[in-house]
């Protein structure tokens, strides 16, 4: 937290020449409790945005931690969210200055998903945006719908043909941000920050030893699973082998004799599930998967043994082997 409000105080060093207009301000909430229950402070440090004076709906601040990230952020909640391309040198120039860049190719600057789109770049300021309704620049990169398209290092990862009513804001801003990390994170103190800042709600996680022979087949299946639910679930490796990664393993109840092993976490709910499947193939993992989407995944419900005087005394003691039991 204290690196993060080094960059706060560097983005606003910096902003105070570009946009004098926007004012920082910091406040300690452990003195100013009124404030801290006005504004529902619950985390810190929180960056709220308050726009035309009101205090009433600040726009929340998340996931940004670097200044250049910051001040992008602000920018685009202040000014426009994207520029616009007129031609096809334009375009690369984008495309080739950044290590992943998304231009909206449309054909008209009105409508729908016009709004989606810009309103999808404020909540993605670590890459830059760009939209276009030239025909030039749509044609010499074969686009013939309105569509969004992530480039990643000056070349096209994914299309997204936008329709009208179709698309929603959060969505898109989860599918892209998936981008800002690889197809499979690896789970580590570094990581782990990131993992949690890209609003996906649904993590898969493969718990298996990087030592094992099978292992490299196993992470390629994985990896190929993992580009066919990009945006939907979040794909993570935990390395068994690291000893720095038991929290994780206590916490999933992972033991060195059920590797490998794949679960699913549902952040919101924080509901778990397990592949009925031992082997950690392709198949094996889109059927898993999409079950899970469509609802139809069975709860995994780890559980210690009921001990043998449970019900001795007067408080009961309940595990998840007799909760359903004694409590319903």
Known sequence: SQNLSEEFTEAARQLRKEAPRIQFGKIDVTDQHDLRKEFNIQQFPTVKLFVDGSRKDPIDCKGVREASTFITWVKRRTGPSTVLINSTAQAEAILNTEDLAVIGFFKELHGDSVDV????????????????TSEEVSASYAIRKSTLVVF??????????????????????????????????????????????????????????????????????????????????????????ETRNGRVFEYFRITQADVPAVRILNLTSDAKYKMPADEVTVENLRHFCQNYLDGKAKLHLSSEEVPEDWDKLPVKVLVGKNFNRIVF
């Open 152 to 241: 990643k290092k000056g070349k096209p990862v994914h299309n997204e043909v936008l329709e009208d009513g179709s698309q929603n804001k959060l969505d898109l801003t989860r599918l892209i941000k998936t981008f800002t990390l690889d197809l499979v994170t690896e789970y580590n103190l570094e990581t782990s920050v990131k993992i949690f800042d890209v609003p996906v709600e649904s993590h898969i996680l493969l718990f298996a030893p990087k030592s094992s022979q099978t292992f490299n087949m196993t992470y390629e299946d994985y990896k190929s699973a993992a580009a066919e639910f990009r945006g939907k679930i979040m794909f993570v490796f935990v390395d068994t082998n």
């Open 117 to 132: 789109f810009c309103e999808t770049a404020k909540e993605v300021p670590e890459m830059p945006f760009g939209m276009t």
